[in-house]
């Protein structure tokens, strides 16, 4: 790749090779600025005159992760609640560039990095799911709270769980998905047989 093809492809060729780096290293591998641009196929100098900073080309591959993230999340948006936490799932397993670099951030110190990326929509969805009574606990930030960290710790650990429990890691995302609804969603309280329903 030359420096001339662009400055737009160039920027996308380094956020491509930072997240293969990634995710054939490790998140705790770290991110050699001189290995993405080798990755890449260009010029070292280049990284430091888009980017400026390590920090600053894992912000933008984030920004472009989660855009694909995001399409996922608002296509799902009118779905009931145990289909949206399946779907929070499968999403991130499927593309999980996003987790990854935000948890690389955070590990990081960077206080600029968000887990709750769209806090209020999500945090909206799920004030609402608790006023129709199908959340677990009323106590909506703590459910945001903890599901986000049971997506990230999933998302992040899945290879590792699949082979510890011996499930093959497409099973091990359904059966996953559906303890999620289960943990999450509010089960319906049973009428007893002699009180007929009003």
């Known amino acids: 790749m030359t420096a001339a093809r662009g400055r737009e492809a160039t920027e996308d060729a380094l956020r491509g090779a930072a997240a293969r780096l990634l995710s054939r290293g490790g998140v705790l591998a770290g991110l050699n600025l001189r290995e993405v641009a080798d990755e890449a196929g260009v010029n070292r100098g280049l990284v430091y005159q888009y980017f400026g900073s390590r920090r600053s080309l894992l912000r933008s591959a984030l920004l472009h992760a989660a855009r694909r993230n995001a399409a996922d999340a608002a296509s799902a948006s009118g779905l009931p609640l145990r289909d949206r936490l399946a779907g929070l799932i499968r999403t991130n397993v499927r593309l999980p560039e996003a987790i990854r670099l935000t948890t690389l951030l955070v590990l990081d110190g960077d206080e600029r990095a968000r887990v709750l990326p769209n806090r209020g929509a999500g945090r909206a969805a799920l004030a609402a799911d608790a006023a129709r009574g199908e959340l677990a606990s009323?106590?909506?930030?703590?459910?945001?709270?903890?599901?986000?960290?049971?997506?990230?710790?999933?998302?992040l650990l899945r290879e590792q769980l699949a082979r510890e429990t011996g499930v093959a890691a497409g099973d091990l995302d359904e059966r996953v998905a559906a303890c999620l609804g289960d943990l999450f969603t509010a089960r319906p309280v049973p009428v007893p047989a002699d009180d007929p329903p009003r």
């Open 138 to 155: 009323g106590d909506v930030d703590a459910v945001h709270a903890a599901l986000t960290a049971a997506v990230y710790g999933y998302t």
